[in-house]
């Protein structure tokens, strides 16, 4: 059991035993996870010169909205946002959403995917695929640099069993061996979880074409030695490519109908894709080898999972997204704040790129999405962004003992050289120490 879960349980057991004694056995596994929120709500309060802890995106000191979004809070009536919206989502943005995958990924074509169905984001996305497709025991691979919240979806809440495959290589790029290996090592349980983020938190890092075109191969001859693999692509920080070689589709293009015993999950939506974090508009998509019907009785039961969940998913924000991407100025809007991340993700390579940062960190491969990560040589991470945010005002995020994670995300370009060079002095005098 994890050590927050005990303490929360003693502190519960000292003052109400009978409480303790009424809590299910998933209820006393749960904890509220330290990490990112809390170390976001330090850097909330004292990162008092810059702030880069938060996965959301931030200029000149505000919410980096899509007036697309934005203007249409005045001119919904109720008959728009008040009703009911169906369990699987409205199917008006169910529809539009469709289209707008085939779009943003053109090889699709017209290949059979299944109707998105909406969650209230992507984290509640990722609950309804584990309630559907994971029992406990069953195997997740995940990366072994990853968004924390997957270990309490899959591994707290449907205890199923975590084991990581490497994400990267120590030259830069996808680990392939690494991942071919953890496949070859596992594909003998049956059945496998296997999940993919691209563009990477905390990396940063997104595959290159022949990267993704291997994973699939790779996924492929797992589901020929008989192996059956859901395949699950985070893509919530879709689109925000910023070099030539990064594959500029989801990995979900990939995969769909590699296999007939490979479930190909495409987890996307509005928060991180379309600025609009708080609205909680998500949807999953599958796609796999299968007969009529297949993909309406998949979206049945994904319905039902959340019908017994959360019922649906807020009216409001169904109809506020539908109207943005309606709106004549929707795509102009979003590549006006796509520019304004890749300036920024530009402008940090240039920093970076001198030699005198080398001495204290490494740079992870770093091509796309709203973070970066920095490997550091001697210090300890959470020591060091202590230090940071208590002497410097700056707040990022230690992700492991020796990994920092920055939000470029929340940092605006002219302040860019700032942030480093505050960050290389704090490193420098911590090393001398
Ligand atoms: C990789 C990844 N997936 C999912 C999420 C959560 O998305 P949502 O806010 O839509 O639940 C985050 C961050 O918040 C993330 O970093």
Same mark, same amino acid.
């Given at each position: ?116 169905v909406v969650t209230t984001g992507i984290t509640h996305g990722l609950s309804t695929i584990?309630?559907?497709?994971? &029992?406990? %025991? ?32 120590? %030259? ?9 290996? =953890? ?22 890092? =997104? ?80 796609? =796999? ?35 943005a991407m309606g709106d004549a100025t929707y795509r102009a809007e979003k590549q006006q ?63 492991? &003992? ?25 490193? =420098? ?5």
């Amino acid at each position: 059991m994890n050590p927050l879960a005990v303490e929360l349980n003693e502190t519960i057991e000292k003052h109400a035993p009978q409480v303790l004694r009424v809590l299910s056995g998933l209820g006393k596994e749960l904890y509220f996870p330290k990490g990112i929120l809390t170390q976001t709500a330090e850097a909330k309060q004292r990162a008092t010169r810059h702030n880069a802890t938060i996965g959301e995106a931030r200029e000149c000191g505000h919410s980096m909205g899509l007036p697309a979004i934005m203007r249409h809070f005045a001119d919904l009536g109720p008959d728009d946002v008040l009703p009911y919206a169906p369990s699987a989502g409205r199917p008006d943005l169910r529809a539009k959403w469709r289209e707008e995958i085939r779009e943003k990924n053109p090889s699709l074509g017209d290949g059979p995917i299944s109707l998105p169905v909406v969650t209230t984001g992507i984290t509640h996305g990722l609950s309804t695929i584990a309630e559907l497709f994971l &029992d406990p %025991g069953d195997l997740v691979l995940l990366p072994d640099k990853l968004w924390g919240n997957y270990n309490l979806i899959f591994g707290v809440k449907r205890g199923a069993e975590i084991k990581s495959y490497p994400l990267l290589t120590s %030259g830069g790029g996808f680990d392939l061996d690494g991942f071919r290996r =953890t496949l070859f090592q596992h594909s003998g349980r049956g059945k496998l979880f296997v999940l993919f983020n691209f563009p990477n938190n905390p990396t940063g890092y =997104t595959v290159t074409e022949s990267e993704a075109d291997a994973i699939a191969e790779a996924l492929a001859s797992t589901a020929d030695a008989g192996c059956d693999v859901v395949a699950v692509c985070d893509d919530a920080y879709f689109g925000l490519f910023y070099d030539a070689e990064v594959l500029k589709e989801s990995l979900f293009t990939r995969l769909a109908n590699v296999h007939p015993r490979v479930l190909a999950v495409k987890l996307d939506g509005a928060s991180k894709e379309d600025f609009a974090w708080g609205l909680r508009v998500a949807f999953i998509t599958y796609a =796999t080898p299968g007969g009529e019907g297949m993909y309406e009785a998949l979206e049945k039961k994904t319905g039902g999972c959340i019908r017994g969940g959360i019922s649906n998913s807020p009216n409001l924000s169904q109809a506020l997204l539908l109207k943005a991407m309606g709106d004549a100025t929707y795509r102009a809007e979003k590549q006006q704040k796509f520019e304004v991340l890749a300036r920024r993700a530009r402008k940090v390579r240039e920093i970076l790129a001198h030699e005198r940062f080398s001495a204290a960190w490494d740079l992870y491969p770093f091509n796309s999405g709203y973070f970066l990560c920095i490997r550091l040589r001697s210090l300890e991470a959470e020591a060091y962004r202590l230090r940071l945010l208590d002497s410097y005002g700056v707040g990022v995020i230690s992700t492991s &003992d020796t990994d920092i994670r920055i939000a470029l995300s929340c940092v605006d370009e002219g302040d860019l050289d700032d942030l480093f060079e505050v960050m290389l002095q704090c490193a =420098t005098e911590m090393m001398a120490a």
